[in-house]
């Protein structure tokens, strides 16, 4: 009998060895800390993840969302409990802000603050960043084979045989099309929906694909002739040897901000903060930005590249929001999405 429990208690040693893992925390201490991180699938490479949690002990479950539309929609239907930290674009910052979602920064507890670029701060959908801190950019830009001078409004015009690649994004292409007819606006009239739908039809015609990640494909291979994108996607295509040019649209340039906010449910305010502090890092940043090709925002490793002068100097970034009720917009994305040119 003794022999049976002696290598009972040795299997069930083995066992626990085997298959009883950790992530920074022995198994027999004190159990992890822990946030859970609702982002997009990119947001933060999992060499940082692991930094992070090997200097502060603190594990991050990641929750990948595939869109802004998606993330609110979730942290709505359950009040953001489950979730600690979101990662929101520049309008969908707005929107969590207003439905109470998100809670206020404890600045004190993020040194690192002092050191994002003032251009990124203070922006109109969080003046004071009250709930939200930037950690990465980019603007949009119109890719080109030859180098050319062209507005959004020219990619509303007729473009002969020349194919595009336009936003998959509603609210993007709404903002685009409602520019193009009456300059900067910030709500549409029915009326107005009503031109903006018949612009972005007629465009239609000339339309190679609604998508981001696949147009350095359907550049490549000559399915198309220009493209309206973030910069990110234009940089890796660049990267990789496309021949291709790229530049700000020469009437309005757009830019997103994704930003981090704590979620007003989250017991753990201390935890969440340090990760905020170490995502802003100098070399947070430094690898993320290489990782992606986004523009980082420590304001050291700011690029010398004429297209961000450009932007400092012009100092008047257009961003996206809902400048039409959200059920008027999927309406007309649908209807746009079922219209046969």
């Known amino acids: 009998m003794c022999r049976v429990f002696y290598a009972f ?10 298959f009883i893992g950790h992530r920074g925390c022995n198994w027999f201490q004190k159990p992890c800390k822990s946030i859970d991180f609702f982002c997009w699938g990119d947001t933060i490479e999992a060499e940082l993840l692991e930094e992070f949690e090997a200097s502060h002990g603190i594990h991050v479950n990641i929750h990948p969302f595939s869109s802004n539309e998606e993330m609110v929609v979730k942290l709505k239907a359950v009040q953001g409990k489950g979730y600690d930290l979101v990662c929101a674009s520049d309008y969908a910052v707005r ?4 439905e109470g979602l998100i809670a206020p920064i404890q600045k004190d507890k993020i040194p690192n603050i002092t050191t994002i670029d003032p ?10 960043n009250e709930v939200s801190l930037p950690v990465e950019w980019e603007p949009y830009v119109i890719v080109t084979k030859e180098a ?3 507005g959004i409004k020219d990619l509303f015009k007729d473009l002969g045989e020349d194919r595009l690649v336009m936003t998959s994004d509603p609210i993007e292409a709404i903002m685009y099309a409602a520019y193009s007819l009456y300059g900067k606006i910030d709500h549409l009239s029915d009326a ?13 015609k000339h339309i190679e694909a609604y998508v981001d990640h696949r147009a350095k494909y359907l550049m490549e ?4 002739d220009l493209a309206l994108l973030r910069c990110g996607f234009a940089r890796l295509m660049e990267q990789d040897g496309v021949p291709i040019h790229y530049a700000l649209p020469k009437d309005w340039h757009f830019i997103n901000i994704e930003n981090l906010a704590i979620t007003s449910s989250t ?8 990760f905020i502090n ?5 070399n947070s940043q430094k690898v993320h930005s290489e990782n992606t090709l986004v523009y980082p925002v420590h304001k050291e490793l700011i690029t010398e590249s004429e297209l961000v002068k450009e932007i400092h100097q012009k100092n008047d970034p257009q961003f996206f929001h809902y400048i039409a009720k959200e059920e008027d917009t999927r309406d007309l994305w649908v209807s746009l999405k079922g219209h046969q040119p």
């Open 9 to 18: 208690l040795w299997m069930v040693a083995i066992y626990m060895s085997i």
């Open 95 to 98: 929107i969590l802000k207003e």
């Open 119 to 128: 251009y990124l701060m203070h922006q109109n959908f969080d003046p004071n």
């Open 148 to 150: 050319a001078n062209l």
């Open 192 to 204: 107005q929906l009503q031109e903006v739908g018949k612009l972005l039809k007629k465009q239609k």
């Open 221 to 224: 291979t000559g399915n198309c």
């Open 267 to 274: 017991k753990k305010t201390d935890e969440v903060h340090a």
């Open 278 to 282: 170490f995502f802003l890092s100098k």
